[in-house]
Each structure stands twice: as structure tokens, then as C-alpha cells.
């Protein structure tokens, strides 16, 4: 079968290629430094292999700019996150000189950065590294100097963010690894990790690597023994393998399949995707992959060429992550898909999830009953899952959003009968002992105060997020006909308004989520620590985002954010929330103050649906404004282009919406409309249809739309439906230098 595919994948590259590739337009570099943190290497849509340098043990990607030193080439990596590493399993490095030690940093001389295509010329010894990649195989190509040794190291027992202290939180702790030297051409192993950012169980990373040119010497390592074993079983010390080819040799091509099952596995996933390919030809592949990827949005052909990168390089990073893992779960067997690396849904429900309902809701349904085979297996959907365990809760259940997200949207192929009961379960289940894993943390209080009390770990943020997933339990229950459920929930949503302090003041703005004990108190200072003489506390604004350096940055009342965001942050009734801040007039010289004085975080997800805000009081030109200004501000085709973590996608994805001048609402069947930074923007859709997004006399001079047709037709809304949008068709916009009578509605 792989031989009647492959032609066919390179004839259509070779059309793209003829016609211009889209893939050209991705710069793997931008949002590589500064808070991006985004992955460097080459890979494919979701794949489960991500190989690329790992320079030090410290960095979450693996990779640093130089001249940090790189310990070698790691087979799995995340993307974008920040808090402790995850993965940065099995290692590779090829070096110079005896078989007689397991360290061999190198410094870089250089280095390409491109889809698909990494490489580097090592400063020293100048061998030079190319890297490329299938979905589960990674694919080396050495060139070794002539007259160097040429030698290469397979390390089991290396991973990120490994830590002196024991069970250090959020570092990730070595369990075990094994190697065995097969034949002249073939290693094998495993290694076992466990910890990260998630603080999850065990994972194993099995591999089998091959290389096209026979070892003239071996040598494997335990712990600090090297010797000329050919094996290194488990016993709870780090191992590897040391490999010296003919002198003759020039080049070296090695292929690592990677498995979470077996090493059979890892060979089986070798010789389905790479055995018999050579470096280009896989290269090529995976080009065409992401290509057909990128067709899914076209923009204008005028569109400046650094919009174009910044739009898919976006685009890019989007689908990166969560790996498709269907057939390498080692926990369960079922013939629904399996995802893994949701790290974490508290990013991604926003933005990215609402994007996969668009352009591709055949991989968004498998993620979503992916999601609901979790819950029936593991006990609860997660919030955020990486190493086959979940772990760990951000805020609410925000599985809950994203299934909801998609009911409402009528995205085929899900079960929501059973999703429904999955949400209905983490809504009603207290997690037990380890609420940081998975679940609804503080429940009991939740359900009997209508409010998390202070005192329980971001007690703020928990009540004002479970209220959003109250709502989403309410709609996938209405569209099931499930009244009674929904009536219960959709009460339910407007816990965060048990929390609302009214008479508080600050800055201009009235009302404010604020903390509460669980007597009903209200706290302007709240404590910390535990001691019961001193009885130490802190005061508490809506400006606070961290406590003082002693207090804990994991348990505050609000998690990653102030009560300034927060309070803004009800994306499920902003009807109510405008009524709490004193009515349309008030609300708007709020969120004046939110941006003016920066109060408005803009590397972080709490505030993305803020800047549209003022499309709830008929102001879609000043979310328009806002927007733009963000963009320009914060974003660009830079390696520091990205304003914070990407969050797996997530900071990417938002700056997809808002080029094209819509964004979603999570959990809701609809897109806000605003001034595009495209002139026009077309979704490539299932069976073949598009819709296009046209800003007609958009310059910069002509920033405000002052009407819209739908098809043709006038269309008075600042809001588009999502059934319009999937039917195909086009939204014209007008764009003029003022804003004029358009809209006369939200929705």
C-alpha cells in the first residue's frame, strides 16, 4: 500500500510546489525564544515523534538558541509550555573519539530551522546532524568528517527536567531504562520516566533504532560501567549504547521507531513508515502532510509575506499538539482514537479546539470521544493529560467546554449521550485525594456554598470556571432534550455571582470577584501559611496575581491571573456580567481601564476573550481597535513573536481567529465579527466547500466596518453563525475610516 500512497503524496507536492507551497511560509523559529517556547523540530500534523536538540536538561522544548551547549537529540517533546519539562526521551548524539565515557556535549557552528527539517554542523569535531520525521519515526542523517572518528551514542536513561532533589514537584524522575545491541546495525530499548509537569505516573518510551551502515564496535553502559556487553537490563540504573562505524564512512542515515507499547512495536512503527525510505523521500512526506494542512486557509494573494508567515506559522503550532497516539496506549485497548499531550484543555478549549470544529472536524470528534474514553477508563476526563496520565486541573473541567463546543456546533461522530454522562460525573464526583490530577477540586463546597471559600487552592478561578462548565453541561443537555438537566445546570452557571462583591471599588470599577470564607465573610486580607499563633495574612486587591515570595503561587485564590481579568472573564453571561458592572456605560469605561492601564495580560488565556467584550454593548469597532492594537504590539515573524507560552497551540490559535477577523466563543454556536488583519481569508471545509472572509477596502486608513452581506445579502449581526460558516459561502465586509450603523444586533 505504501508504494501506491507515496507516489501519489509526492505528485501532489510536486503540484504545490509548482503552484507555491504554503509550507514555505512556516518560520518554526517564530515564538522559539522569549515565553514561546515553542518546538523547533521536525514532525508531523499530531504526530507522536518530535525530535529535535535538547540543549541541557533544563528547557521544556529541548531546544535553547545558541551557544548553549546540546547534549543530544531527543525523540518526544511538547510544545509551548511552561511550569516543569515533560519527555526529551531517548537520546542521540553522534561525537568523535573513544568509546569510553556517556557525555559528549557539542557546541553548534550553525544551524537550519525548517518544517520538516532540522540540522546543525557541530563546532569541533564538524559533524553535521539532519533530522526529519514521520508520525511515530524519527530519521538521522550524519555526515562525519573524513578523518574523525565516527561514533554515535543511544542514551536510555536521559530525559528534561531532571532535578538533585528527590521527587522534586513538577521535575520528572528516572524509574528505569534498558538497551540491548540487537546486531551490527540495530539497538533497542526502553526508557521509563515519571513526574513533569503533571506530576503523572510512569510513562515508558520504547524504541528501535536502525542504521544502513554496520558498527565496526559497541560498547553499553549501566549506571558509571561501561563495557563491551551487548545488553543492560532494568534495575533502576540509566543505560545506553555506544556505536564507532568504519573509518571509511562519510555518511550515516538512522532511523528510531518509537512506541509507548513495546520495542516490537517501535520496530513495527519503523518498518510501516520508514524502512527502505531514503532521508528526502520521508522528508517529503512529511511535507506533503503539512501542506495539505495548510491548504485549509487561504489568504488574499496581495497579503504581505510576513503575515503570511505569521498566519502559518500559527497555523503550524496549532497542530503540533495533542499527539494522536490511536494504537499506543499501553493502558487500555478500545476502537475509539486515543490522544495523548492535552497539555493542558484550560489553553486549548479557547481557541484552538473552536479552530479543529472549522478546518478539521473529523480529528476534533476523535479527540473529543478520545477525551470521553478517558473519563470511563481513567475515572475523569482531563483538563490536561501528558504521559498517559492526567494531571493537572488549571481551573474547571474544561473537557467539559470543549464537548460542548462541539454539540452546539452539531460536529459528527462524537457520542454525546456518553459524553454527557462523562461531564455529568466530573460534575458531581469529588476527586478524592488528589484534586491537582483530574476532577472538580473543592466540589462538596462548590455544590453546597454555590462558591469555593478561601482556603481551598484557587478557589477564584475554580468557582468562576466550573460555573463556565455548568453552562457547557446546560447545552449539550438541551440538545440531548435533556430539560430538567439543563434547567439544573444552567442555574448552576451563575455560581460565579456568588463571589461578586459588589460594593467593591478600585480604580474606577465597581464589582468584583473578590475572596470569601466559607461563613460568607468577605476577606480583604487573606491568609497564608499555617501557623495558629501568628496567624499571618496579606492584603488582597483585584490587582494581586502572586502572593508574597512565602506563599505558595499554586494555591492562590486565582490561578495565573488578577481579579481585574477574572472579573471580566464570564464568557457565558456577559449579559449578566454587564448588569453586575453597573450597566453598558460603566462596563465600557471598565474595560477602558482594562486595556488603558494595562490590566489586560496578554501572554496568558484568562483575558483572550476580553478584547471582545465590547460587542456585548454595541461597540464591535472598539473590540476591532483593541485587537489590532494587541496584534501589533505583541506579535510578529520573529523568534520572540509570540507574547507568552503557546500553551500547545493556544496563543497561535488566537492569532489565527483574529487575523481573519472572527473569534469564538467556546461552548457557544457562534464567532464574533471584528476588523480583519487579512484582506480576505478562506476556510477550506469538508466535502469540499470554503468560506471566505473578504475585508473589502481594508487599508490602514480603513479600519472599521460599516456593514456586512452574507452571501449577499445585508447582514446586520456582529456575530456569525457557525451553521453559516460550515454551509460555506462569503462574508463581505465594508470597511470605511469611521465606524457607521453597522451593527444593529449582537446576534
Known amino acids: 500500500m505504501r508504494h501506491i500512497i507515496l507516489p501519489i503524496l509526492l505528485l501532489l507536492l510536486s503540484v504545490s510546489a509548482s503552484a507555491g507551497r504554503l509550507t514555505d511560509y512556516i518560520d518554526p523559529r517564530i515564538g522559539s525564544e522569549g515565553l514561546g517556547r515553542v518546538f523547533i523540530g521536525p514532525c508531523t500534523p499530531f504526530g507522536m515523534v518530535r525530535p529535535s536538540p535538547d540543549c541541557t536538561p533544563s528547557p521544556n522544548s529541548g531546544w535553547l538558541p545558541m551557544p548553549e551547549r546540546v547534549d543530544g537529540f531527543g525523540q518526544v517533546h511538547v510544545s509551548g509550555t511552561g511550569g516543569g519539562p515533560k519527555y526529551g526521551n531517548i537520546l542521540i548524539q553522534p561525537f568523535s573519539g573513544a568509546l569510553d565515557r556517556t557525555e559528549f556535549f557539542a557546541l553548534r557552528e550553525s544551524e537550519t530551522i525548517l518544517p520538516a527539517y532540522y540540522s546543525t554542523t557541530f563546532a569541533g569535531n564538524g559533524i553535521k546532524t539532519e533530522i526529519t520525521a514521520s508520525d511515530r519515526t524519527s530519521a538521522y542523517r550524519f555526515t562525519y568528517p573524513g578523518d574523525s572518528d565516527k561514533c554515535l551514542k543511544i542514551d536510555a536513561g ?163 499538539m495533542p499527539s494522536d497516539r490511536t494504537g499506543e496506549n499501553p493502558l487500555w485497548t478500545d476502537p475509539v482514537p486515543y490522544y495523548d499531550d492535552f497539555y493542558a484543555l484550560w489553553d486549548t478549549y479557547r481557541t484552538s479546539m473552536p479552530l479543529f470544529a472549522i478546518i478539521a472536524p473529523d480529528r476534533l470528534a476523535g479527540m473529543v470521544n478520545s477525551l470521553v474514553n478517558i473519563g470511563k477508563r481513567d475515572g475523569f476526563m482531563p483538563d490536561a493529560r501528558s504521559g498517559n496520565a492526567n494531571g493537572r486541573t488549571q481551573g474547571g473541567s474544561n473537557a467539559d467546554v470543549v464537548i460542548a463546543d462541539a454539540c452546539v456546533k452539531e460536529i459528527p461522530g462524537v457520542d454525546y449521550k456518553a459524553a454527557l454522562q462523562a461531564m455529568i460525573h466530573d460534575a458531581t464526583t469529588p476527586p478524592g485525594g488528589n484534586e491537582e490530577a483530574e476532577g472538580r477540586g473543592g466540589l462538596r463546597e462548590y455544590l453546597s456554598l454555590g462558591y469555593i471559600p478561601h482556603g481551598i487552592a484557587r478557589a477564584g478561578n475554580r468557582t468562576v470556571e466550573y460555573s463556565l462548565c455548568d453552562f457547557a453541561i446546560a447545552q449539550v443537555a438541551r440538545k440531548l432534550g435533556k430539560d430538567k438537566i439543563a434547567e439544573r445546570y444552567m442555574k448552576q452557571s451563575e455560581s ?93 469605561k471598565r474595560l477602558d481601564t482594562f486595556f488603558g492601564k494595562d490590566y489586560f495580560n496578554v501572554n496568558n488565556e484568562p483575558s483572550f476573550l476580553s478584547p471582545c467584550l465590547y460587542h456585548w454593548i454595541g461597540r464591535p469597532d472598539r473590540s476591532g481597535e483593541t485587537i489590532l492594537s494587541i496584534i501589533e504590539k505583541n506579535y510578529s515573524d520573529t523568534p520572540e513573536g509570540l507574547p507568552g507560552n503557546d500553551d500547545s497551540g493556544a496563543m497561535s490559535s488566537w492569532l489565527i481567529f483574529n487575523m481573519a477577523g472572527i473569534y469564538p466563543n467556546a461552548g457557544h454556536d457562534y464567532y464574533l465579527i471584528h476588523t480583519p488583519v487579512l484582506k480576505s481569508t478562506t476556510f477550506r471545509l469538508p466535502d469540499g466547500k470554503a468560506f471566505t472572509i473578504t475585508a473589502e477596502g481594508l487599508s490602514d486608513e480603513n479600519r472599521h466596518i460599516v456593514g456586512a452581506y452574507l452571501n449577499g445579502k445585508p447582514y446586520p449581526h456582529s456575530t456569525l453563525r457557525h451553521s453559516d460558516l460550515a454551509a460555506g459561502g462569503e462574508l463581505r465586509l465594508v470597511m470605511a475610516p469611521a465606524p457607521g450603523a453597522w451593527p444593529s444586533s449582537l446576534q
Not at 480583604?524 to 495558629?532: L, T
Request: charged share 25%.
Open 158 to 320: 536521559f530525559f528534561l527536567g531532571e532535578s538533585p532533589v528527590p521527587d522534586a514537584r513538577e521535575a520528572q524522575q528516572f524509574v528505569g531504562s534498558e538497551i540491548q545491541i540487537l546486531s551490527d546495525t540495530e539497538v533497542a530499548g526502553y526508557s521509563r520516566i515519571r513526574g513533569g509537569w503533571n506530576n503523572g505516573r510512569a510513562y515508558t518510551v520504547y524504541f528501535y533504532a536502525k542504521s544502513d551502515v554496520p558498527f565496526a564496535g559497541t560498547a553499553t553502559w549501566k549506571g558509571s560501567d561501561i563495557g563491551s556487553a551487548t545488553s543492560r537490563f532494568d534495575s533502576g540504573e540509566k543505560t545506553g549504547a555506544l556505536v564507532r562505524f568504519p573509518q571509511q564512512t562519510d555518511t550515516v542515515n538512522l532511523r528510531v521507531g518509537i512506541s509507548f507499547i513495546s520495542p516490537l512495536k517501535a520496530k513495527y512503527n519503523y518498518e510501516l513508515e520508514s524502512e527502505g525510505k531514503a532521508f528526502d523521500e520521508i522528508r517529503e512526506e512529511s511535507l506533503a502532510k503539512w501542506e495539505e494542512e495548510m491548504r485549509k486557509i487561504e489568504v488574499h494573494p496581495d497579503t504581505p509575506e510576513r503575515e503570511k508567515r505569521m498566519l502559518y506559522t500559527a497555523l503550524y503550532h496549532t497542530m503540533l
Open 496 to 588: 460565579w455571582k456568588n463571589l461578586w462583591r459588589d460594593d467593591y471599588e478600585h480604580d474606577g470599577a465597581r464589582g468584583f470577584i473578590m475572596p470569601r470564607d466559607a461563613e460568607g465573610n468577605w476577606l480583604d486580607s487573606v491568609p497564608f501559611g499555617h501557623s495558629e499563633r501568628q496567624h499571618p495574612t496579606f492584603l488582597y486587591t483585584p490587582l494581586t496575581f502572586e502572593g508574597p515570595w512565602y506563599t505558595p503561587w499554586w494555591d492562590m485564590f486565582f490561578y495565573e491571573a488578577s481579579s481585574w481579568e477574572y472579573s471580566l472573564s464570564i464568557p457565558h453571561d456577559v449579559p449578566g456580567l454587564i448588569e453586575k458592572c453597573g450597566g453598558p456605560e460603566a462596563f465600557e
